[in-house]
């Protein structure tokens, strides 16, 4: 199925999507790069979404599915289905700003150690149609208890991060990947296909199993300055690290986020952690999923199911981790550590 290679291919899974694309796809046409395929795999929406791209984009390729098949299987589906150095994981509910494309992929091409990209991602005021200077993203932070969240989100952009930087990993709001780089970390098992996003996971929190991974492999990741676009988040983390805002921030997630962030969580420490950094940060770790067991408990008895569901797809987790340790792995637990504040 792929056609003829483009430096960039950008991949675009939607899901109801009507209500965005006029401003993400009016973004896409007034790039300054334009040597990129764009292809979109539609999830079963029950919006105008399908009829949107044929009716006034009829020359973009558009795959639709009957059912909602996950965001992780239909962008390994897209990155199969593409040739090109470089590929972008699109979200509905982006805009770029017209030079986003050329900034990223010339820093890219300047750094071949680099295997992901993440730009200065701020918040879309969707409702008001405004871009604001409020962070979404800047890449991925991971903490000492193995909590995952979003570099910067919530903070007011006062230029405080102007430089190109290093980061554990890129978050999946508008990631570029380096083709060469996810082949190397595809993960093989048994039967199935070849996976860069791990399908168990279905939706949240792939792109951080996708970030160990690059890790563990090797590969670098970096945040761009100067490459800016915005979000508009419908699934916020708490800008506030305090138990209590934590707790808040819980509250205003709907049900089946917090079960698959509560499960897919667990999988992602399973399957990539090295057993001496268990060990190492036993105690932060052990607290941490202590409280939020004890929460869940007491209030959120419905995401429970979350852990029920990891119970049920460890084996299978296990599998893909002994294929990690002997294909892809090729760090040390301590130069993973250094990655953990």
């Given amino acids: 199925m792929p056609e003829n290679k483009v430096k960039l291919a950008i991949n675009l899974v939607t899901y109801n999507a009507e209500r965005y ?3 993400c796809l009016e973004s896409i046409a007034k790039q300054t790069f334009q040597d ?9 929406s029950s919006d105008n979404t399908v009829r949107y791209f044929k009716e006034d984009y009829p020359h973009f390729k558009i795959i639709t599915h009957k059912d909602n098949i996950g965001f992780a299987k239909a962008h390994n589906q897209g990155i199969a289905w593409t040739k090109s150095d470089y590929i972008c ?22 750094n071949p150690q680099a295997s992901s990209l993440s730009g200065k991602i ?23 208890n193995h909590r995952i969240v979003e570099k910067g989100q919530g903070e007011k952009d006062k230029n405080q991060y102007s430089e190109t930087v290093e980061i554990f990993g890129v978050s999946g709001a508008l990631p570029i990947y380096r083709r060469t780089a996810l082949e190397k970390i595809k993960v093989k098992v048994g039967n199935l296909h070849d996976e860069y996003f791990d399908e ?21 990741a970096y945040y761009l300055p100067e490459a800016i676009a915005y979000h508009h988040r419908s699934v916020k983390g708490s800008v506030d690290l305090s138990d209590k805002a934590v707790r808040q921030s819980r509250k205003e997630k709907n049900r089946m986020i917090k079960l698959y962030s509560y499960k897919n ?9 090295f057993t001496a950094n268990l ?3 036993f105690f932060p770790i052990f607290w941490y ?36 340790i002997k294909e892809i792995r090729k760090v040390s637990a301590a130069e993973l550590a250094k990655w953990y504040e």
């Fill in 289 to 324: 999923e202590f409280k939020k067991f004890i929460f869940i408990l007491l209030f959120e008895q419905t995401t429970l199911k979350g852990l029920r569901m990891f119970f049920k797809e460890k084996a299978k987790i296990k599998e893909k981790k002994k294929f990690i």
């Fill in 279 to 281: 060990v190492k940060f």
């Fill in 21 to 23: 694309l006029p401003y």
């Fill in 36 to 44: 990129f395929s764009f292809l979109v795999i539609d999830n079963g």
């Fill in 265 to 273: 969580h667990l999988l992602v420490i399973l399957k990539n952690e």
């Fill in 200 to 220: 168990l996971f279905f939706s949240y929190k792939e792109d951080v199993d996708l970030a160990f991974r690059l890790r563990l492999a090797g590969f670098k």
């Fill in 89 to 110: 994981l699109l979200n509905q509910d982006v805009i770029l700003e017209p030079d986003y494309f050329a900034k990223a992929l010339d820093f890219l091409d300047k």
């Fill in 122 to 144: 701020l918040l879309w005021d969707f409702p008001h149609q405004q871009k604001t200077e409020i962070i979404d993203s800047l890449g991925l932070r991971v903490f000492k």
